[in-house]
């Protein structure tokens, strides 16, 4: 049996695990003392890997709602990668009010959320706008895990050098601009500088995840905001979608997800989807890249 607390030392150790298995073979695994997988052919077993499907519970006892929700995240790795999205709206669809406040739109729960999904990939995006709004620091502080590659969407160079995520060291960081406006000896403060090429007027969102493939990451986490969830949305590249929705109406603000309209709601975007609680929130979590969903929520779930 599986202790609650141990639930997320599992996870972790499944993302790792999954990053260094160095064959094709099915196995299954069982969580040592010491926090990592070891492989196992007996009854003990707790976690099963496939190479087509990723990760499964494969024991009584692992039915935790935290898996069915983080696992399908923890099977990244070089030929089996994983970009996810998220927004956390309100219940009339805003991320953020006019002026960009967006800190209270969820509950203290979802934040959390954001932190294990930050833990739980290597690198994680957001565009100029969220930096110029909230100068967030985009590391992995409310729960035991590492900090993701930062990486902010900045075409035109507007931000200057003085956010946090440019000078505080905490973490690598990478700026993403034009190709044109780029230069090999560039940095922004202490970020590095990259250019992808521009295509339709927008960072090519493909360029983008090739950039950081080639770079190690695997599992790319798109935090927002609307704008740049949403052009990785609409060139078709995000395997996962999480939407949290808050119980409050904002009446305006910057919105959350748009994509070019649908003439008829035959034609509306429509994927399987599970839904979990946080605290008062509801999570809608979209698998768009047409794997099997990891362990059925049972219910609406609870997982914070
Ligand atoms: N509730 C949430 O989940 C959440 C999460 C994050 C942020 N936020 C809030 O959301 C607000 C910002 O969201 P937003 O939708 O206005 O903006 P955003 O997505 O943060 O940033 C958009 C800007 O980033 C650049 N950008 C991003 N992707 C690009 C691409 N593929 N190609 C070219 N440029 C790209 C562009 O910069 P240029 O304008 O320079 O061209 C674009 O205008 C803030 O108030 C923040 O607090 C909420």
């Not at 299954?28 to 070891?38: C, H, K, P, Y």
């Not at 790795?77 to 970009?83: E, F, H, I, M, N």
């Not at 620091?137 to 969407?153: C, K, M, S």
């Not at 935090?223 to 305006?252: M, Q």
């Amino acid at each position: 049996m599986l202790r609650s607390d141990r639930v997320w030392t599992l996870l972790r150790a499944a993302s790792r695990a999954a990053r260094e298995l160095r064959d094709d073979a099915p196995r299954a695994f069982a969580l040592a003392e010491d926090g990592r997988l070891v492989e196992t052919g007996g009854t003990d077993a707790q976690l099963a890997w496939r190479p087509d499907t990723g990760w499964t519970p494969c024991a009584d006892g692992v039915e935790d709602p935290r898996l069915a929700l983080y696992l399908p995240l923890c099977g990244a790795r070089p030929g089996r990668r994983l970009t996810i999205g998220h927004l956390g709206q309100s219940l009339d669809g805003f991320v953020a009010t006019a002026a960009g406040e967006s800190r209270s739109v969820n509950g203290e729960e979802n934040i959390v959320h954001l932190h294990r999904l930050r833990a739980l990939c290597d690198a994680v995006v957001v565009g100029a706008a969220t930096v110029a709004a909230d100068d967030p620091r985009l590391t992995t502080r409310l729960v035991d895990g590492p900090n993701p590659l930062r990486v902010v969407l900045d075409p035109r160079r507007r931000l200057a050098p003085g956010h946090r995520l440019f000078s505080d060291g905490k973490a690598p960081t990478l700026v993403i601009c034009d190709a044109a406006r780029a230069a090999a000896d560039n940095r922004v403060g202490q970020a590095e500088l990259a250019g992808v090429p521009l295509r339709g007027g927008l960072l090519d969102p493909a360029a983008v995840l090739e950039l950081l493939h080639r770079r190690g990451c695997h599992a790319v986490f798109v935090e927002g905001g609307g704008f740049t969830v949403s052009a990785f949305l609409a060139a078709g590249l995000l395997d996962r979608l999480h939407v949290t929705v808050a119980p409050l109406v904002i009446g305006a603000g910057r919105p959350g997800l748009r994509l070019a309209p649908a003439a008829r709601l035959g034609d509306a975007l429509r994927a399987p989807h599970r839904i979990f609680r946080l605290g008062n929130d509801v999570l809608f979590d979209f698998d768009l890249g047409g794997g099997a969903a990891c362990g059925e929520a049972p219910g609406i779930a609870r997982v914070l």
